[in-house]
């Protein structure tokens, strides 16, 4: 039995298309369950949210008397599955952030010892398989279902700052990498601006926006491995006097006093949410920079334009009988996982798989709005439109449109 049921309120790359289900299928799930994410920073509050919203959405009707206790639905005999969303109330709840690839190999390793039991890893960066010069175990299902961008941040109304000279604050990824990789641009003199010393800071290990930046730099970095090259103190991440932070967030910048000197690299969803929809510039003095030119607006992150794109994901274990390097001696993810994060589950599904056995959207109970509504243009004006993708945007992300398979995800596997 999974590792995962203790927690049961009862006691390489490869893209693939799946065919979109009119309806999310239960299997042999009998009483409810509690999935839980774990992993990447970035998107964990968006997704707690998405859990909210599928944990509260319409199921059983789980009252009778005399009353069960297990988390049974016992008037299953009588009842219609399709005019449920959550038939079982499954609840959805998420660990603390510990970086995509510790999500990611949490799910790898579940089983074995001193692993904490996870149903699904929460990733912004893309599969790593052994093909691809990566760590990730096979069976292994990545589902895209939002884009953010990454790009570089300094302080320009700092006092003595070095970057807000620079006439565009754009840098090109060739000078990036000089600052990031090779440490051959110290100074923000040599980029434009001021000549002040730059202070490089990079993401904690494990992070996906670590992971992606440096891929998008030329460097594969390895499980449990940060990009500090070029930082000036690697040791004791995330305390003060590290230049190696928790991923998306300027505290350990602004604890240093370090404002005047300091670039670093930010999700630029996280940075919307944190600062503002469509914000360049922060409350506390920061300001995103262009890369190429280019300024990361939604339209060149949905299109994929943007030079630091990144597709953001839910991974689950679909197991690989064919080897043994699969999900440590767990089993594949069962139906109440799937339902939640599979390609058909609730997040993926188009918005027929919202409707009921009679055709009519199955709404919210707390906002009386569609989880899912019918897109709205299509090519470069589609619009993926209801709760689900305005929980996304609401988050500073970009929901996918719907894809070639009629769901709105787009899925890779190892």
């Avoid at 964990?44 to 009353?67: F, H, T």
């Avoid at 090109?172 to 001021?194: M, R």
């Avoid at 299509?378 to 209801?386: D, E, I, K, L």
């Amino acid at each position: 039995m999974s590792l995962r049921k203790k927690f049961s309120l009862t006691t390489g790359l490869v893209v693939v298309a799946l065919l979109a289900a009119s309806s999310v299928a239960w299997a042999a799930q009998t009483t409810s369950q509690i999935v839980i994410g774990s992993g990447s920073d970035t998107t964990e509050w968006m997704v707690q949210s998405l859990g909210d919203l599928y944990s509260n959405a319409p199921g059983c009707n789980q009252l009778k008397s005399p009353q069960p206790l297990d988390g049974s639905c016992p008037n299953s005999g009588s009842e219609n599955q399709g005019d449920s969303v959550n038939y079982f109330h499954d609840m959805i709840v998420q660990r603390y952030f510990l970086g995509s690839g510790g999500g990611i190999n949490q799910i790898c390793q579940q089983g074995l010892a001193n692993v904490a039991p996870v149903d699904f890893a929460r990733s912004s960066r893309v599969p790593l398989p052994a093909s691809a010069g990566g760590s990730d175990c096979t069976g292994l299902h990545f589902v895209g279902f939002a884009r953010d961008g990454i790009t570089w941040e300094c302080w320009p109304s700092a006092t003595g700052n070095g970057c807000g000279s620079m006439s565009s604050l754009s840098l090109n990824v060739t000078q990036l990498k000089k600052i990031f990789v090779s440490c051959t641009v110290t100074n923000w003199s040599q980029v434009g601006g001021s000549n002040v010393a730059m202070d490089p800071y990079v993401a904690q290990a494990n992070s996906g926006t670590g992971v992606t930046w440096a891929s998008a730099l030329g460097v594969q970095l390895a499980s449990g491995q940060a990009l500090t090259n070029c930082v000036h103190n690697p040791s004791n991440p995330g305390q003060p006097g590290s230049n190696v932070s928790p991923e998306n967030t300027n505290n350990l910048v602004d604890g240093n006093g370090d404002q005047a000197n300091a670039i670093f690299y930010y999700s630029v969803g996280v940075y919307h949410k944190t600062y503002g929809a469509s914000a360049f510039t922060g409350g506390d003095g920061s300001a995103l920079g262009k890369i190429n030119g280019l300024k990361a607006t939604t339209t060149a992150i949905s299109k994929g334009t943007f030079p630091v794109s990144r597709f953001l994901f839910n991974v689950y274990c679909a197991g690989d009988p064919t080897n043994s390097n699969k999900c440590g001696n767990d089993t594949a993810a069962p139906a109440d996982v799937t339902n939640f994060v599979g390609e058909n589950g609730f997040i993926c599904q188009n918005e027929s798989g919202f409707n009921d056995t009679h055709g009519n959207p199955i709404l919210d109970p707390l906002s009386g709005k569609a989880y899912r509504s019918a897109q709205t243009g299509s090519g470069s004006t589609a619009h993926p439109n209801g709760e689900i993708p305005s929980t996304i945007s609401a988050f500073g992300f970009v929901p996918l449109v719907k894809q070639a398979d009629n769901t709105y995800c787009k899925t890779f596997t190892t």
